[in-house]
């Protein structure tokens, strides 16, 4: 089994910053893809950034110039930079990772974290 914790979650006034990290343990054998979702109340989950093994990065469109997706392999995790936070940024955001790990033979999971609350508020 492969988990994700993340951190870095909290409370910023709008213009502010945070910083997000997540890291991935367990037998892994490599990382595919790492990134971040978020969920605001009453709305879907939606990607927010991700990053693959070959260095290609995707965002959305609501945060591209604002925010900055990084991976450390040597550590297994990722960071989400999170600059110019606006009210609308406001929602739980989670780590997603697609990792080929060791447990019972070579398995393939797509991981979740539990998730870190982002409020943008004054």
């Known amino acids: 089994q492969v988990q994700l914790v993340e951190s870095g979650g909290g409370l910023v006034q709008p213009g502010g910053s945070l910083r997000l990290s997540c890291t991935a343990s367990g037998s892994i054998i490599i990382i595919y893809t790492m990134g971040w979702y978020r969920q605001a109340p009453g709305k879907q989950r939606e990607l927010v950034a991700t990053t693959a093994d070959d260095g290609n990065t995707i965002y959305a469109d609501s945060v591209k110039g604002r925010f900055t997706v990084t991976r450390d392999d040597s550590k297994n995790t990722v960071y989400l930079q999170m600059n110019s936070l606006k009210p609308e940024d406001t929602a739980v955001y989670y780590c997603?990772?697609?990792?080929?790990?060791?447990?019972?033979?070579?398995?393939?999971?797509?991981?979740w974290g539990q998730g870190t609350q982002v409020t943008v508020s004054s």
């Open positions: 997603n990772a697609e990792i080929l790990y060791r447990g019972g033979g070579v398995r393939r999971q797509d991981s």
